[in-house]
């Protein structure tokens, strides 16, 4: 009997994985493979992909079959394999990023090789969503009203129920599994919040279909726990975009929640059509920015350390629990790019190191909104006022309070403006600005003024270039 490769990719699970079900069909011997290779970064996801992986075995393994775990270019990787066990077909699930997408095309021109891709990572293929003049859309309600309606909803499928696996077990890489834990001991406490693997997954959807009906209002409050926290099961695939939106949509007032799931796809469908998305500006204005290049600047938002109660709170969620709220995501990005017009690169990479669900799409879709410098972005004009964000969407300071806790007696009034605190009451509440926590990095109207003078000078400039 011939063989063939599952080459796992971004679809960590069994069940609604077309790949794996096709290969299953075929009737071929199987090896499920994973490669870790050079896209295996940051710190936070290669903590979640080894835990993952992990996860995926033991499943395999209670089927009577394994997960081969190797490490090097997949390209290489795969051809070697499918030499020594006589494969000569390779099943996987299509990806996206650039990089990924080259893989995919190289081992395409292998000889004697035939792939199998499958299409189950997104609710709707990149290039399928077309304006009516036939060009993708710029801008994402449009987007999703086109998306939304050619959208073909099927019922998720089962694990294949018969699998043969090739046997004996092909010898693993083991050390560069292990490898992907961090050395430091920063990544001990994500446990407390995340299962990954599949079964982790199927428990937050199921968390998620109770918390439908208030997601629409509760979705913008980093103090309520309203919202999915499925994305670095849907990053991992751990569980499908499809399996997501049958469960979600079978619950009355889904469409928010639903909406979500669009945005994840128009975020992909950017990057398809601007491979430069995650290190290029997508409006050209934004060329000559005079971005402030300042380490310490840097340093102080990446540690919570701003000074802004609301500001610090998000970024101490991040290094503590590996996710921040998206609310959060967005006051922190604007602070970053605005407040301290620090390039929104620098923010994009550390959320990429820190986040376990760091996802090249949308990572770098939301910091170019939030920047102002993508196709459907906030307008560079619209500062976020960190205070009033903080009384708008925390208003009691509860989530301040958690993340924050030398403030966390301070009464709600100065909660989010802690600066203003007289000094009678710093003392009662021992929380003493400057000394206990600091004072803010820079003041909010003299950096909004300082912005929007630098987004007045690179228009100039963009504009003298045209003329
Ligand atoms: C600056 C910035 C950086 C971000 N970086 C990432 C990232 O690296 N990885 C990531 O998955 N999301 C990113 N997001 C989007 C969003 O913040 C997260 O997807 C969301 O907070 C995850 O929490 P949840 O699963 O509870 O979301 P829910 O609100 O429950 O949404 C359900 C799912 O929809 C998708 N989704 C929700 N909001 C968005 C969005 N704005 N864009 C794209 N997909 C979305 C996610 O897959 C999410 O799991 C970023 C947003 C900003 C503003």
Redesign the pocket.
Known sequence: MSSAIVWFRRNLRVSDNSALSAAADSGKRIIPLYVIDELDQGEASRWWLHNSLQALDSTLRDDGGYLLIRSGNPVDVIRDLAEEFDASDVYLSARYEPAAVQQESDLAASDGLTLHIATDYLLIEPGSVLTGGGSPFKVFTPFYKTASSLYVHSTPTAAPADMNYVTPEPAGDRDAHEALLPTLDWADKFPDYWTPGAEGALL?LDE?KA?VPK?DVD?DRPDHD??????????FGEIS?GQ?YHALSRQQNAEP?IR????????YHLLSEHPTLPNKPLRSEFDNFPWVEDEEHLKRWQRGRTGYPIVDAGMRQLWHTG?????V??I??SFLVKHLLIP?QH??DW??DT?L???????????Q??AGCGTDAAPYFRVFNPILQGQKFDPDGAYVREWVPELEHMPSKFIHEPWTTPNSVQQEYRVVIGEDYPAPIIEHKAARKRALDAYQLSRDLANSAAS
């Open positions: 937050r998620a918390k997601y979705r309203g919202t999915s926290r499925l994305s670095p099961h849907l990053h975009v997501a929640l979500q799931l669009y945005w994840r796809d128009f975020s996710w921040m709220h998206n609310r995501r967005m922190v990005a929104w923010g994009a959320f990429l986040l669900d760091a996802d090249l799409a949308n990572n770098s879709a939301g910091w909104w939030v």
